[in-house]
Protein backbone atom coordinates (compact mmCIF):
# COMPACT_ATOMS: atom_id res chain seq x y z
CA UNK A 1 0.00 0.00 0.00
CA UNK A 2 1.20 3.20 -0.53
CA UNK A 3 2.28 5.22 2.00
CA UNK A 4 1.30 9.04 2.16
CA UNK A 5 3.06 11.32 4.80
CA UNK A 6 1.21 14.75 5.53
CA UNK A 7 3.68 17.44 7.10
CA UNK A 8 1.63 19.64 9.01
CA UNK A 9 -2.01 20.05 10.08
CA UNK A 10 -2.82 23.26 8.85
CA UNK A 11 -5.38 24.52 6.23
CA UNK A 12 -3.32 22.70 3.71
CA UNK A 13 -2.34 19.79 5.26
CA UNK A 14 -6.28 18.86 6.15
CA UNK A 15 -7.01 19.62 2.63
CA UNK A 16 -5.24 16.87 1.26
CA UNK A 17 -6.40 14.48 4.25
CA UNK A 18 -9.76 15.04 3.23
CA UNK A 19 -8.47 14.11 -0.48
CA UNK A 20 -6.53 11.06 0.31
CA UNK A 21 -9.23 9.74 2.85
CA UNK A 22 -10.21 6.75 2.17
CA UNK A 23 -8.56 6.11 -1.58
CA UNK A 24 -8.12 2.57 -2.16
CA UNK A 25 -4.43 1.26 -1.83
CA UNK A 26 -3.50 4.57 -0.16
CA UNK A 27 -2.26 5.17 3.52
CA UNK A 28 -1.85 8.19 5.11
CA UNK A 29 0.09 9.55 8.02
CA UNK A 30 -0.25 13.12 9.18
CA UNK A 31 2.00 14.90 11.46
CA UNK A 32 1.86 18.00 13.48
CA UNK A 33 3.24 18.96 16.55
CA UNK A 34 -0.47 20.18 17.85
CA UNK A 35 -3.28 18.19 18.13
CA UNK A 36 -5.36 20.33 16.46
CA UNK A 37 -6.14 22.38 13.19
CA UNK A 38 -5.94 25.84 13.94
CA UNK A 39 -8.64 28.00 12.23
CA UNK A 40 -6.37 31.06 12.23
CA UNK A 41 -9.13 33.27 9.76
CA UNK A 42 -11.19 33.00 12.80
CA UNK A 43 -8.33 33.78 15.47
CA UNK A 44 -8.71 37.26 15.53
CA UNK A 45 -12.40 36.95 16.92
CA UNK A 46 -11.13 34.45 19.39
CA UNK A 47 -8.21 37.35 20.27
CA UNK A 48 -11.31 40.06 20.64
CA UNK A 49 -13.49 38.27 22.33
CA UNK A 50 -16.55 37.87 19.61
CA UNK A 51 -16.30 34.04 19.81
CA UNK A 52 -15.16 31.01 22.65
CA UNK A 53 -11.87 29.00 22.31
CA UNK A 54 -13.55 25.89 21.35
CA UNK A 55 -14.53 27.57 17.63
CA UNK A 56 -10.90 27.63 17.08
CA UNK A 57 -9.81 24.21 16.98
CA UNK A 58 -10.42 20.85 15.00
CA UNK A 59 -9.41 17.69 16.30
CA UNK A 60 -6.85 16.20 14.28
CA UNK A 61 -6.95 12.41 15.95
CA UNK A 62 -10.31 12.71 15.27
CA UNK A 63 -10.58 14.03 12.20
CA UNK A 64 -8.27 11.27 10.70
CA UNK A 65 -10.01 8.67 13.00
CA UNK A 66 -13.27 9.42 10.53
CA UNK A 67 -11.24 7.83 7.75
CA UNK A 68 -10.15 4.22 7.82
CA UNK A 69 -6.80 4.75 6.17
CA UNK A 70 -5.80 7.47 8.50
CA UNK A 71 -4.01 8.02 11.68
CA UNK A 72 -2.44 11.04 13.18
CA UNK A 73 1.14 11.40 15.08
CA UNK A 74 1.32 14.02 17.79
CA UNK A 75 5.35 14.67 16.58
CA UNK A 76 7.73 17.83 16.50
CA UNK A 77 9.43 16.79 13.06
CA UNK A 78 13.29 17.77 13.86
CA UNK A 79 14.56 17.29 10.07
CA UNK A 80 14.20 15.34 6.77
CA UNK A 81 15.98 12.20 5.43
CA UNK A 82 15.50 12.14 1.65
CA UNK A 83 17.93 9.93 0.53
CA UNK A 84 16.51 7.39 2.78
CA UNK A 85 12.57 8.81 2.25
CA UNK A 86 11.98 9.19 5.84
CA UNK A 87 10.90 11.77 8.36
CA UNK A 88 12.27 12.19 11.33
CA UNK A 89 10.58 13.38 15.14
CA UNK A 90 11.75 14.04 18.24
CA UNK A 91 11.26 10.33 19.37
CA UNK A 92 10.90 8.35 16.24
CA UNK A 93 11.30 8.63 12.40
CA UNK A 94 8.43 7.39 9.78
CA UNK A 95 9.26 6.03 6.21
CA UNK A 96 7.27 7.68 3.59
CA UNK A 97 6.66 6.74 -0.57
CA UNK A 98 5.53 10.24 -0.95
CA UNK A 99 5.53 13.30 1.04
CA UNK A 100 3.46 16.00 1.02
CA UNK A 101 5.10 18.95 3.27
CA UNK A 102 2.06 21.62 4.45
CA UNK A 103 3.89 23.18 7.68
CA UNK A 104 2.88 26.28 7.53
CA UNK A 105 5.02 29.51 7.86
CA UNK A 106 5.61 31.44 11.64
CA UNK A 107 5.82 34.81 12.61
CA UNK A 108 9.09 36.62 11.48
CA UNK A 109 10.65 38.72 14.80
CA UNK A 110 12.09 41.50 15.20
CA UNK A 111 15.37 40.78 16.41
CA UNK A 112 17.26 43.90 17.31
CA UNK A 113 16.27 43.81 21.14
CA UNK A 114 17.22 40.42 22.77
CA UNK A 115 14.18 40.72 25.39
CA UNK A 116 11.45 41.64 22.45
CA UNK A 117 10.37 37.90 23.24
CA UNK A 118 8.98 38.90 26.57
CA UNK A 119 6.70 41.59 25.45
CA UNK A 120 5.68 40.31 21.83
CA UNK A 121 4.14 38.06 20.18
CA UNK A 122 2.91 37.14 16.89
CA UNK A 123 -1.06 36.26 15.96
CA UNK A 124 -0.47 33.35 13.59
CA UNK A 125 -0.76 30.72 16.27
CA UNK A 126 -3.21 29.50 19.07
CA UNK A 127 -0.77 30.02 21.54
CA UNK A 128 -0.17 33.56 20.57
CA UNK A 129 -4.19 34.78 20.15
CA UNK A 130 -4.80 32.91 23.52
CA UNK A 131 -1.84 34.67 25.03
CA UNK A 132 -3.05 38.44 23.35
CA UNK A 133 -6.53 37.05 24.67
CA UNK A 134 -5.11 36.93 28.24
CA UNK A 135 -3.22 40.08 27.99
CA UNK A 136 -5.47 42.60 26.97
CA UNK A 137 -8.09 40.93 29.59
CA UNK A 138 -5.87 41.30 32.24
CA UNK A 139 -5.10 45.18 31.29
CA UNK A 140 -8.93 45.70 31.25
CA UNK A 141 -9.25 43.78 34.65
CA UNK A 142 -6.72 46.60 36.40
CA UNK A 143 -8.47 49.11 35.54
CA UNK A 144 -11.40 47.82 37.08
CA UNK A 145 -10.07 47.48 40.23
CA UNK A 146 -7.60 50.12 40.39
CA UNK A 147 -8.32 54.11 40.68
CA UNK A 148 -4.46 54.62 39.88
CA UNK A 149 -4.09 52.38 36.94
CA UNK A 150 -7.59 53.55 35.35
CA UNK A 151 -6.07 56.77 33.64
CA UNK A 152 -2.64 54.77 32.91
CA UNK A 153 -1.08 54.94 29.46
CA UNK A 154 -1.30 51.63 27.26
CA UNK A 155 0.18 51.41 24.33
CA UNK A 156 -0.03 48.56 21.65
CA UNK A 157 1.69 48.37 18.21
CA UNK A 158 1.18 46.48 15.60
CA UNK A 159 4.17 45.67 13.08
CA UNK A 160 3.08 45.45 9.55
CA UNK A 161 -0.18 46.73 7.47
CA UNK A 162 -0.80 44.16 5.49
CA UNK A 163 -4.07 41.82 5.77
CA UNK A 164 -3.44 40.34 9.43
CA UNK A 165 -2.15 43.89 10.44
CA UNK A 166 -4.89 45.45 9.78
CA UNK A 167 -7.06 42.55 11.14
CA UNK A 168 -5.49 42.51 13.96
CA UNK A 169 -5.71 46.38 15.04
CA UNK A 170 -9.28 46.84 14.05
CA UNK A 171 -10.30 43.55 15.90
CA UNK A 172 -8.50 45.05 19.08
CA UNK A 173 -9.71 48.39 18.71
CA UNK A 174 -13.53 47.78 18.59
CA UNK A 175 -12.76 44.85 21.65
CA UNK A 176 -11.55 47.81 24.08
CA UNK A 177 -14.11 50.31 22.35
CA UNK A 178 -16.72 48.08 23.28
CA UNK A 179 -15.71 47.32 26.80
CA UNK A 180 -15.70 51.47 27.26
CA UNK A 181 -19.26 51.62 25.91
CA UNK A 182 -20.63 48.68 28.45
CA UNK A 183 -18.76 49.11 31.22
CA UNK A 184 -18.11 53.56 31.83
CA UNK A 185 -14.17 52.45 31.50
CA UNK A 186 -11.49 54.89 30.46
CA UNK A 187 -10.01 53.44 27.35
CA UNK A 188 -9.45 56.25 25.41
CA UNK A 189 -5.48 56.29 26.56
CA UNK A 190 -5.30 52.62 25.44
CA UNK A 191 -3.71 53.21 22.07
CA UNK A 192 -3.02 50.80 19.25
CA UNK A 193 -0.78 51.80 16.74
CA UNK A 194 -0.14 50.52 13.39
CA UNK A 195 2.94 50.89 11.56
CA UNK A 196 2.69 50.37 7.78
CA UNK A 197 5.82 50.32 5.53
CA UNK A 198 3.63 51.66 2.51
CA UNK A 199 1.83 54.46 1.49
CA UNK A 200 -1.39 53.07 2.63
CA UNK A 201 -2.31 49.59 4.35
CA UNK A 202 -3.20 46.83 2.59
CA UNK A 203 -0.87 47.85 0.20
CA UNK A 204 -1.37 46.47 -3.42
CA UNK A 205 -5.04 45.77 -2.62
CA UNK A 206 -8.07 47.43 -4.77
CA UNK A 207 -7.99 51.62 -4.32
CA UNK A 208 -11.83 51.51 -2.71
CA UNK A 209 -10.86 48.24 -0.18
CA UNK A 210 -7.90 50.47 0.96
CA UNK A 211 -10.27 53.16 1.22
CA UNK A 212 -12.73 51.81 2.61
CA UNK A 213 -10.09 50.03 5.42
CA UNK A 214 -8.81 53.69 6.09
CA UNK A 215 -11.52 55.01 7.16
CA UNK A 216 -12.98 52.10 9.28
CA UNK A 217 -9.73 52.35 11.33
CA UNK A 218 -9.85 55.78 11.28
CA UNK A 219 -13.60 55.49 13.02
CA UNK A 220 -12.51 52.67 15.48
CA UNK A 221 -9.58 55.70 16.24
CA UNK A 222 -6.47 53.65 15.46
CA UNK A 223 -3.33 55.04 14.67
CA UNK A 224 -1.73 54.27 11.58
CA UNK A 225 1.37 54.97 10.41
CA UNK A 226 2.21 54.72 6.84
CA UNK A 227 5.64 55.14 4.72
CA UNK A 228 7.31 54.31 8.13
CA UNK A 229 9.03 51.57 9.45
CA UNK A 230 10.47 50.45 12.83
CA UNK A 231 14.24 51.05 12.82
CA UNK A 232 15.39 49.38 16.04
CA UNK A 233 13.60 48.69 19.54
CA UNK A 234 15.19 49.01 23.06
CA UNK A 235 13.41 48.56 26.24
CA UNK A 236 9.32 48.96 25.35
CA UNK A 237 10.79 51.99 23.25
CA UNK A 238 10.51 51.62 19.24
CA UNK A 239 12.46 53.97 16.95
CA UNK A 240 11.03 54.86 13.28
CA UNK A 241 12.11 55.78 10.40
CA UNK A 242 10.41 59.16 10.21
CA UNK A 243 12.25 59.72 13.64
CA UNK A 244 9.40 59.33 15.54
CA UNK A 245 9.76 57.49 19.11
CA UNK A 246 6.88 55.26 20.44
CA UNK A 247 6.70 54.04 23.77
CA UNK A 248 4.98 50.84 24.22
CA UNK A 249 3.94 47.90 25.99
CA UNK A 250 3.44 45.34 23.83
CA UNK A 251 3.83 44.49 20.34
CA UNK A 252 2.23 42.29 17.54
CA UNK A 253 4.47 41.24 14.47
CA UNK A 254 2.38 41.07 11.62
CA UNK A 255 4.75 42.19 9.04
CA UNK A 256 6.64 39.17 8.06
CA UNK A 257 6.72 35.26 8.36
CA UNK A 258 9.33 32.77 7.48
CA UNK A 259 9.43 28.92 7.29
CA UNK A 260 10.16 26.63 10.03
CA UNK A 261 13.74 25.66 10.03
CA UNK A 262 13.61 21.66 10.02
CA UNK A 263 12.64 22.71 5.75
CA UNK A 264 16.12 23.36 5.32
CA UNK A 265 17.16 20.03 5.71
CA UNK A 266 15.29 19.32 2.72
CA UNK A 267 18.07 20.79 0.75
CA UNK A 268 15.48 22.01 -2.21
CA UNK A 269 15.24 24.53 -4.06
CA UNK A 270 13.75 28.00 -2.69
CA UNK A 271 12.94 31.50 -3.28
CA UNK A 272 14.64 34.35 -1.43
CA UNK A 273 11.88 34.05 1.23
CA UNK A 274 13.19 30.27 1.52
CA UNK A 275 10.01 29.24 0.34
CA UNK A 276 10.35 25.95 -1.54
CA UNK A 277 9.67 25.84 -5.66
CA UNK A 278 7.26 23.56 -7.34
CA UNK A 279 6.66 22.92 -10.19
CA UNK A 280 3.06 22.75 -12.34
CA UNK A 281 2.14 19.85 -11.05
CA UNK A 282 2.90 21.00 -6.94
CA UNK A 283 5.70 18.97 -7.26
CA UNK A 284 9.18 20.00 -5.54
CA UNK A 285 12.00 21.19 -7.85
CA UNK A 286 14.29 18.15 -7.73
CA UNK A 287 12.20 15.27 -5.70
CA UNK A 288 9.24 13.85 -7.87
CA UNK A 289 7.98 12.23 -4.05
CA UNK A 290 7.77 15.84 -2.64
CA UNK A 291 4.56 18.10 -3.03
CA UNK A 292 4.86 20.89 -1.23
CA UNK A 293 1.64 23.40 -0.87
CA UNK A 294 0.43 26.34 1.29
CA UNK A 295 2.70 29.32 2.68
CA UNK A 296 6.18 27.08 2.50
CA UNK A 297 5.28 26.72 -1.26
CA UNK A 298 6.00 29.44 -3.92
CA UNK A 299 3.14 29.60 -5.49
CA UNK A 300 2.20 31.85 -8.37
CA UNK A 301 -0.65 32.41 -10.64
CA UNK A 302 -0.50 31.83 -14.57
CA UNK A 303 0.70 35.65 -15.42
CA UNK A 304 3.77 34.36 -12.62
CA UNK A 305 2.77 36.80 -9.88
CA UNK A 306 3.37 35.44 -6.41
CA UNK A 307 0.39 34.44 -4.51
CA UNK A 308 -0.03 36.25 -1.43
CA UNK A 309 0.12 33.19 1.77
CA UNK A 310 -3.94 32.46 2.95
CA UNK A 311 -6.20 29.81 3.64
CA UNK A 312 -7.65 29.82 0.44
CA UNK A 313 -4.39 29.21 -1.64
CA UNK A 314 -3.11 26.77 1.41
CA UNK A 315 -6.34 24.49 0.52
CA UNK A 316 -6.18 25.18 -3.07
CA UNK A 317 -2.84 23.55 -3.62
CA UNK A 318 -4.05 20.84 -0.79
CA UNK A 319 -6.59 19.14 -2.78
CA UNK A 320 -4.91 19.96 -5.92
CA UNK A 321 -1.56 18.09 -5.05
CA UNK A 322 -3.44 15.28 -2.66
CA UNK A 323 -5.32 14.62 -6.28
CA UNK A 324 -2.16 14.65 -8.38
CA UNK A 325 -1.19 11.72 -5.87
CA UNK A 326 -4.62 9.85 -6.43
CA UNK A 327 -4.22 10.11 -10.27
CA UNK A 328 -0.40 8.81 -10.36
CA UNK A 329 -1.20 5.78 -8.07
CA UNK A 330 -4.32 4.89 -10.58
CA UNK A 331 -1.75 5.67 -13.78
CA UNK A 332 -3.34 8.90 -14.96
CA UNK A 333 -1.64 11.67 -16.34
CA UNK A 334 -1.37 14.36 -13.34
CA UNK A 335 -2.87 17.31 -13.51
CA UNK A 336 -1.19 21.19 -13.61
CA UNK A 337 -3.10 22.88 -11.11
CA UNK A 338 -3.36 26.97 -11.63
CA UNK A 339 -3.37 28.04 -7.75
CA UNK A 340 -5.46 30.99 -7.79
CA UNK A 341 -7.22 33.24 -5.35
CA UNK A 342 -11.11 33.68 -5.65
CA UNK A 343 -11.64 36.48 -3.91
CA UNK A 344 -10.35 37.85 -0.26
CA UNK A 345 -12.73 38.75 3.31
CA UNK A 346 -11.09 41.10 5.65
CA UNK A 347 -12.44 41.61 9.05
CA UNK A 348 -12.57 45.07 10.42
CA UNK A 349 -14.29 44.61 13.55
CA UNK A 350 -17.28 42.79 14.55
CA UNK A 351 -20.35 43.86 12.50
CA UNK A 352 -17.90 45.15 9.23
CA UNK A 353 -15.82 43.81 6.71
CA UNK A 354 -14.39 43.96 3.26
CA UNK A 355 -14.80 41.29 0.28
CA UNK A 356 -13.06 41.41 -2.75
CA UNK A 357 -13.53 38.67 -5.38
CA UNK A 358 -12.49 41.52 -8.43
CA UNK A 359 -15.21 41.59 -10.23
CA UNK A 360 -17.35 42.55 -7.48
CA UNK A 361 -16.43 44.41 -3.52
CA UNK A 362 -18.68 44.18 -0.81
CA UNK A 363 -18.40 46.40 2.10
CA UNK A 364 -19.40 46.45 5.87
CA UNK A 365 -22.22 44.42 7.48
CA UNK A 366 -23.11 42.83 4.51
CA UNK A 367 -19.53 41.29 4.00
CA UNK A 368 -19.25 40.35 7.72
CA UNK A 369 -22.45 38.21 7.77
CA UNK A 370 -20.81 36.33 4.26
CA UNK A 371 -17.94 36.50 5.88
CA UNK A 372 -19.18 34.26 8.55
CA UNK A 373 -21.34 32.03 6.41
CA UNK A 374 -17.89 31.06 4.60
CA UNK A 375 -16.10 30.46 7.85
CA UNK A 376 -18.68 28.20 9.01
CA UNK A 377 -18.89 26.24 5.76
CA UNK A 378 -15.89 25.24 6.09
CA UNK A 379 -15.53 24.53 9.79
CA UNK A 380 -18.88 22.62 10.02
CA UNK A 381 -17.93 19.94 7.51
CA UNK A 382 -14.95 19.08 9.08
CA UNK A 383 -16.38 18.94 13.06
CA UNK A 384 -18.72 16.74 11.46
CA UNK A 385 -16.21 14.56 10.84
CA UNK A 386 -14.65 15.03 14.08
CA UNK A 387 -17.82 13.97 16.00
CA UNK A 388 -18.17 10.96 13.74
CA UNK A 389 -14.15 10.05 14.58
CA UNK A 390 -14.71 10.48 17.81
CA UNK A 391 -16.98 6.88 17.41
CA UNK A 392 -14.01 5.46 16.39
CA UNK A 393 -10.88 6.85 18.58
CA UNK A 394 -10.61 4.15 20.26
CA UNK A 395 -9.80 1.57 17.61
CA UNK A 396 -7.83 4.58 15.69
CA UNK A 397 -3.53 4.44 16.28
CA UNK A 398 -2.68 7.76 18.04
CA UNK A 399 0.97 8.01 18.84
Not at 115 to 134: F, H, M, N, P, V
Not at 202 to 213: D, T
Not at 285 to 306: H, T, W
Request: hydrophobic share 40%; net charge positive; aromatic share 10%.
Amino acid sequence: MHHVVIAGGGYGGVAALKKLGDVANIKVTLIDQHPYHYLQTEGYALISGEIPFERTIVSLPALCAYYNNTHFEHKRIIYFNRREKKVICEESELGYDTLIVAMGSRTKLFKSDKDIRSYSAGAKSLRGALYLYSLFHEELYRRLESDKDINKSFNIIVGGAGLSGVEIAASMQQFFNRFYRQNALVCSNINIYLIASGETVLKGMHKSVIRYATKRLKKLRVNVYTNTRVNTIDKHTAFLSNDEQISFDFMIFAGGTMIPACLETLDLSSNAKGQLEVDGYLRSVGDEAIYVIGDVASLSNKKGKPLPPTAQTAIESGSAAAQNIIYKQQGKKQHRKNVKIKGIAIALGSGSAVIDMGWIRIYGYLAYVIKNVIEKMYRLPLMWRVYRGYENIDSCKIK
